[in-house]
């Protein structure tokens, strides 16, 4: 059952990807991988967010096939870094090197601030006693 859950947070999470990865190229353009850079960063905010949140002190207890759905199912199939690499790869092939060491600087850190930001975010929900 943990598999169709899985395969079924995957499509949504895939499909969410395609969608905002348009929306951003057609927002800023498309010669700069910036689409797949802002799903990256979502997907990691998002995935810090529920960790902590449903986690053993967190203030939503879920069981594992939920987090399983989200963590591994919608994340896994939203986040991008197959995407990340081939597009670092293009940009190196066609002698955009600035580009590609700012695409994998930038979406490594932009990514860890994300992870980090969700993660502080629902540790202080946790503790928020007006909630």
Excluded: H, K
């Amino acid at each position: 059952m943990a598999y169709l859950w899985i395969a079924i947070g995957s499509a949504l999470g895939g499909m969410a990807r395609f969608w905002c990865s348009g929306v951003v190229a057609r927002l800023i353009g498309e010669t700069f991988p910036w689409g797949t850079l802002t799903v990256n960063v979502v997907g990691s905010f998002v995935i810090g967010f529920f960790a902590v949140i449903t986690g053993p002190d967190g203030r939503f207890l879920v069981g594992t096939p939920v987090r399983q759905f989200v963590m591994v199912g919608i994340c896994g199939g939203y986040t991008t870094f197959s995407s990340f690499s081939i597009q670092t790869l293009d940009l190196m092939r066609d002698g955009q090197w600035l580009e590609a060491g700012g695409n994998v600087v930038g979406s490594v850190v932009a990514c860890l601030l994300a992870v980090w930001a969700g993660a502080a975010l629902a540790t202080a929900f946790n503790t928020m006693r007006w909630i």
